[in-house]
């Protein structure tokens, strides 16, 4: 897996220093211009080699609601088939694949390289976890519409994406970027990663209703489930925008949460 070059960093975060007035020399550079040249430099490295993995989850999720197709005929069980779906879609890069990047990262020396950057640690976690949720939003897009004419609910709220995306993205990259930072090996990074995203289908899709005790319990913990409820909510004919903004906001803490435990996995594992 390739890792972002130095010089395009540093020459990004330079940039960006200069734009906002600092010095070239300055011992480190401000929060959002340095969050701002490492999601440029992430997003265009990963560009190339992510979309085709992204046609790939696109092409997971569609498959598994046409499956599904055949055993939900509608309701509530149709809704949490395709808002799980659709959210499966950021799992599989969010998670999975940031996963492996910090993995490989790691084993590779390239925090080290970051570490010689006057670059904030933040801002390195946030940029790449902002770069992979990017490539999200094609395929939960169109996940979400093919989902919704396959099960024949409305496309009236699929405005709700827009921030079911960024905040079920935010929560599920700190996740996945903790994970990888935090495996001693990056096979290990990659076997933690698969294991998140299986328990994303498996929580994630499959309708609560019809779950364990104790299954749904480990719903409640998983940052993607407020996501799903959120979107699934708004299938409904009369939606409860007040439960929709609830489950928003839990999913936005859940995703400040997961991002500053990725930031201190970050530290611990540059510093060794």
């Keep these: ?126 940029g790449a976890a902002a770069a992979y949720a990017s490539f999200t939003v094609p395929g939960t897009i169109v996940t979400a519409v093919v989902g919704s004419v396959l099960f024949g609910l409305p496309l009236t709220h699929l405005w709700v994406l827009l921030a079911v995306i960024p905040l079920a993205g935010a929560a599920l990259a700190g996740l996945g970027a903790a994970l990888g930072l935090l495996a001693p090996r990056p096979e290990l990074a990659t076997l933690l990663g698969q294991l998140g995203m299986s328990a994303a289908l498996l929580l994630g899709v499959l309708p609560a209703d019809g779950m364990p005790v104790l299954l749904q319990y480990a719903r409640d913990l998983l940052p993607s489930t407020y996501g799903v409820e959120a979107f699934a909510r708004t299938f409904d004919s009369s939606p409860d925008w007040a439960a929709v903004a609830l489950d928003l906001g839990i999913c936005a803490g859940v995703g400040v949460v997961s991002l500053a435990a990725a930031t201190w996995a970050y530290r611990k594992a540059a510093v060794r």
């Design 1 to 126: 897996m390739s890792v972002v070059p130095v010089e395009a960093v540093a020459g990004a975060v330079t940039a960006a220093g200069k734009r906002t007035g600092e010095s070239e020399l300055a011992p480190r550079a401000r929060l959002l211009p340095s969050l701002a040249a490492v999601y440029r430099a992430q997003l265009s490295r990963a560009r190339v080699a992510r979309i085709p993995l992204l046609f790939v989850a696109t092409f997971q999720s569609v498959g598994i609601m046409i499956l599904m197709r055949g055993v939900v005929d509608g309701g509530s069980e149709a809704r949490a088939v395709v808002a799980g779906s659709s959210v499966l879609v950021v799992a599989f890069v969010a998670l999975n694949l940031l996963a492996q990047y910090f993995g490989q990262l790691r084993a590779s020396g390239g925090l080290d390289h970051y570490a010689t950057l006057p670059v904030p640690p933040s801002s390195v976690v946030l």
